[in-house]
């Protein structure tokens, strides 16, 4: 069948809530995408921010077919290898005590939230608890995680939605301070926002948030779905401040490619918030997805990713100051290491379809933001060569 076949037969019994390029991915190779017609794709977007570690990694790949020829499956009422090396590496990778493993993003952000909410119940039994989140944030599509997520076309069809949730705004101290009340149970924001723009939080910023978090017994939780996992230039994020998340939440990179994510806490939430029956996920931590995890964190410090985004990050930061020094209709560039965004005055769906008949793989966040996402493991030449076909779409669709 040719793409036009499977696109037709997708379209007539995929439920429609995605419009999609045209295009039918096969199969990856290091930072290139394949199409079943066999064109070649420079990779800008790594299935967004999932596949860190570059496509069909030998190491990766053996070690879960070994995983699949051992047991995929047991369930949480027993112990299985895998998790246990998936916990145990992750909380030191993340910095955290303890951890809970869920199939996805969304349900990372689910976890946290009533870790807070029960946090709060156990400290004063109220049921009148409010949440602090950010404009402009996103935090995923289940009904507990949208609650928190700063887009209000987003939630409106879905309302009322779960606890009392203020909207402050990012990077504004000011902002968060008014919305503060002894109602407060948690502030939950992305360290840098991903699907809202591409917005790092500043120093100032999340170190204040902190600092009001502390002073008041209020749960600071920060989610690392998109900018963790090595992209903005550390393990995750928030280890570049003199701060420290009560909950944090990561996915995305997390499993290099499977469906994984988690969310986890110190030893004082954990202490005072979920016990034995009041969580659970059939799969959530499952031998196949740990041992993706375990096997992605090892590849992590033998390939020294993270220095490879700080190197490579700052090459693509320099570039792309220069790709919007060059176009008058780009207004801002942003981002730190492997997620970088270039802001323009018009919405920026002909450039990626343009990139994308080029060969360039590219993505939006926001009607008029270029996104730039690529796996981890990207080398200057690979920015060289992306920057060359971007210039050449900008030019032919006259940005
Ligand atoms: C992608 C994302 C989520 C949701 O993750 P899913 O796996 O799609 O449910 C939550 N928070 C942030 C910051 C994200 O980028």
Wanted: hydrophobic share 40%.
């Amino acid at each position: 069948m040719n793409t036009k076949e499977y696109i037709d037969i997708a379209e007539s019994h995929l439920l429609h809530t995605y419009n999609r390029y045209q295009i039918v991915f096969d199969h990856g190779d290091g930072v290139k995408l394949y199409d079943i017609e066999g064109k070649e794709y420079l990779d800008f977007v790594s299935g967004i921010g999932v596949y860190a570690l570059g496509y069909n990694v030998k190491e990766y790949n053996d070690a879960l077919k070994n995983q699949i020829d051992k047991i995929l499956h047991t369930s949480n009422y027993y112990y299985n290898v895998p998790s246990v090396k998936a916990a145990e590496k992750l909380t030191k990778f993340a910095k955290m005590d303890r951890v809970f493993f869920t199939n996805s993003g969304a349900e990372a952000v689910e976890g946290a939230i009533k870790a807070a909410i029960k946090y709060a119940y156990n400290k004063d039994g109220s049921h009148e608890h409010e949440i602090i989140a950010m404009e402009h944030s996103f935090h995923g599509r289940t009904c507990g995680a949208l609650a928190v997520t700063g887009k209000q076309a987003y939630r409106e069809a879905f309302e009322p939605l779960i606890c009392d949730v203020k909207f402050a705004d990012y990077n504004n101290m000011d902002s968060v301070k008014a919305l503060v009340n002894n109602r407060t149970c948690a502030i939950i924001m992305e360290t840098l926002q991903g699907e809202g723009g591409i917005y790092p939080a500043s120093k100032e910023f999340i170190e204040g948030v902190y600092k009001i978090c502390k002073d008041n017994d209020i749960l600071l939780i920060l989610d690392e779905i998109q900018c963790g996992m090595g992209r903005s230039g550390a393990n995750f994020r928030w280890h570049l401040f003199d701060v420290q998340p009560d909950i944090m939440t990561t996915a995305k990179a997390v499993g290099g490619g499977v469906p994984v994510g988690a969310f986890l806490m110190t030893e004082k939430v954990a202490a005072n918030s979920l016990v034995a029956g009041d969580h659970g996920s059939t799969y959530g931590g499952n031998p196949l997805a740990c041992a993706a995890i375990d096997k992605t964190l090892d590849l992590f410090e033998s390939k020294h990713i993270i220095d490879n985004v700080n190197k490579v990050g700052d090459y693509l930061y320099k570039k792309l100051d220069e790709v919007a020094a060059s176009y008058d209709s780009i207004v801002d560039h942003r981002g730190a290491g492997c997620m970088q965004g270039l802001e323009f005055n018009k919405p920026v769906a002909d450039i990626i379809n343009k990139a994308l008949e080029k060969g360039l793989v590219l993505i939006n966040a926001g009607t008029n933001i270029l996104r730039f996402l690529p796996p981890l493991v990207i080398t200057e030449s690979d920015v060289d060569q992306m920057i060359a076909i971007l210039k050449s779409a900008l030019d032919e669709v006259k940005a």
